[in-house]
């Protein structure tokens, strides 16, 4: 079993939907929790960074943390095209390694 | 501009020869990692440094070695073990934060 689980999709929807995504993961000692957008053929660019459990919110962008569940998730409000990408799960317990997701891929219909 | 380089872009790889990855940073970050990335697959682990002159293995590091001579740099070295190479490798920093910032990529491609 992997430590880091993420739906690989792909996720298609039309411009203006709520875009849910969402990992779940096995090693309760994780405590930061990340969420990383790529971009065919580019590297990952940091979108949200959360600290234990609870919501954090950045523009369009929500992130979810359920430490009790073992589950985190992302929402992007009102799709824009441009949001089509792969989305990247990633955490750590309290030192330099983190553990990534496969990622998500989703396209956003115009 | 802050940020992390990876040269080249594209880097094409002769069966038996030994190829490097630059990646320089100029965030002042102490750590920094190198990761590989496989269609359909999370980034994986090859090699990390939390500071100079010393470095550790990732989860992959057969075929691949590093060295840290400096800060602001930590080239990957894909050596002739390295049997199945092709991938996009990425280079990242890490901030005190505990944040990490990736590099744009390198592709390589076996001939």
């Known amino acids: 079993q992997k430590e880091v689980e993420q739906d690989p999709g792909p996720l298609s929807v039309p411009e203006g939907a709520i875009v849910s995504l969402n990992c779940t993961y096995s090693n309760s000692a994780f405590q930061y929790f990340m969420w990383y957008r790529q971009y065919s053929r580019k590297g990952p660019e940091l979108l949200m960074y959360?600290?234990?459990?609870g919501n954090k919110e950045d523009g369009r962008f929500t992130a979810q943390v359920d430490k009790s569940s073992k589950y985190i998730s992302l929402f992007i409000r009102d799709s824009q095209p441009s949001d089509s990408a792969t989305y990247l799960c990633?955490?750590?317990?309290?030192?330099?390694?983190?553990?990534f997701g496969a990622g998500t891929t989703v396209t956003v219909r115009a | 501009d802050g940020g992390i380089t990876q040269s080249p872009k594209y880097l094409f790889r002769k069966e038996g020869q030994n190829v490097t990855l630059s990646c320089e940073q100029n965030l002042n970050h102490d750590a920094m990692y190198w990761y590989r990335q496989d269609p359909g697959q999370g980034l994986r682990l090859i090699y990390y440094?939390?500071?100079?002159?010393?470095?550790q293995k990732g989860d992959i590091a057969e075929g691949y070695s590093v060295s840290r001579e400096k800060k602001e740099s930590f080239p990957l070295t894909v050596t002739s073990a390295q049997k199945n190479p092709t991938a996009f490798y990425l280079c990242?920093?890490?901030?005190?934060?505990?944040?990490?910032?990736f590099g744009p990529g390198t592709r390589l491609l076996v001939l």
């Open positions: 990242a920093s890490m901030s005190l934060q505990g944040t990490q910032y």
């Open positions: 440094s939390q500071i100079v002159n010393d470095f």
């Open positions: 990633a955490m750590k317990e309290n030192d330099y390694k983190l553990s």
């Open positions: 959360t600290y234990s459990s």
